[in-house]
């Protein structure tokens, strides 16, 4: 009976040592490196599910041996986990690094950026254009809702999406604003100082101006002065044509009315002209307080200020003299 006894004990003991050498090949294997030697890229599709998504690692060498990824990912309850998108995975990651990645959702983010001033129908070309966002662009995209600012995305996100966190940041930015504006500005409401930001915005690239270029603005508002903008006098143009405008103003546009020519119009236009940023917007609620009426531009990038008609008739031709210089005339 005796050799009986010990063939049984023999058995388990090896049985166990087996498994136990499994076990420590398996997470040995878990928490090497793998054999890549530079950053790879991996794009997991969406509904692809969870099996499917660990052959593809394999395919791309992030991992050796899915079937060990799987058994551990299932027995760890990460299974269920995973989540689609494009990852970037280093060189020599470790394959439990990369399951971690795709349980956290560890994505590539792409920047996408709209500057100050542009208008709801360049954001929209300029999303038709981003080749990794997904579906449509919304129609009817009210003007000056857009908040200018770089905002990350996950290939695949819907131009839906990122559009309405352009709108959840502007609202949230104007709101804010609002609240701290200073007393007595010629403005009835809230909607009245979007517009007149997005024509603060258009009108100068220099920061140190936005103060200014308000304060001449709401001065003419104080006193029924008409706001003789040019870029509103444009965006009324490219309304009516659907188009840009691609050239300079002339007379007879100045002289021809439509809802945003403020050459005509006695108040300010009903929306506003390009979607703003968050200084321009402080610019127009806490302006520079002068006397100053008018204002045209120097030529080399800024503007020329004045508090009379005779001041900037002066300030005029010293704008068309410097132009002139430039062209030898």
């Known amino acids: 009976m005796l050799p009986f006894r010990k063939k049984n004990f023999y058995f388990p003991v090896a049985f166990i040592a087996l498994g136990l050498f499994l076990c420590l090949f398996v997470w040995h294997d ?10 790879t890229t991996v794009v997991l599709p969406r509904g692809a599910g969870f099996s499917k998504s660990i052959d ?3 395919e791309n060498e992030v991992i ?3 079937l060990f990824i799987k058994t551990i990912a299932y027995v760890s309850g ?3 986990k995973i989540k689609a998108g494009e990852y970037l995975f280093a060189a020599e990651i470790t394959p439990q690094e990369a399951l971690q990645m795709l349980v956290q959702g560890w994505t590539v ?11 709801v129908r360049e954001v929209a070309e300029l999303l038709r254009d981003e080749s990794l966002l997904s579906g449509n662009v919304p129609e009817n995209i009210e003007e000056g809702s857009l908040l200018p600012e770089t905002y990350y995305f996950a290939r695949g996100d819907s131009r839906t999406s990122l559009i309405e966190r352009m709108q959840e940041q502007m609202q949230k930015t104007i709101t804010d604003l609002w609240e701290q504006r200073e007393d007595g500005l010629p403005l009835t409401d809230l909607k009245q100082a979007l517009v007149l930001a997005s024509i603060v915005e258009k009108e100068t690239g220099v920061p ?4 200014r270029v308000a304060g001449v603005f709401i001065n003419r508002l104080k006193i029924g002065m008409k706001l003789q903008s040019d ?4 965006y009324g143009i490219e309304q009516e044509t659907g188009k840009k405008l691609g050239r300079q103003l002339n007379g007879n546009d100045l002289r021809t009315p439509t809802r945003y020519n403020t050459y005509t119009i006695e108040t300010l236009p009903p929306t506003p002209i390009c979607n703003f940023g968050q200084a321009a917007l402080e610019a127009v609620l806490h302006p520079l307080k002068t006397n100053e009426l008018y204002f045209v531009a120097t030529g080399k990038g800024g503007h020329y200020f004045a508090s009379t008609l005779a001041e900037h008739e002066r300030n005029v031709r010293l ?5 002139a210089n430039e062209h030898g005339q």
Do not use: D, M, V, W
């Open 30 to 39: 878990y928490t090497s490196p793998n054999s890549l030697t530079q950053e």
């Open 56 to 58: 593809l690692l394999a």
């Open 64 to 66: 050796k041996h899915p």
């Open 78 to 80: 990460n299974a269920k």
């Open 109 to 119: 983010k792409h920047k996408f950026t709209i500057t100050e001033g542009l208008n």
């Open 208 to 211: 140190e101006e936005r103060a």
């Open 231 to 234: 870029p509103t006098t444009a």
């Open 319 to 323: 704008y068309r003299q410097t132009i």
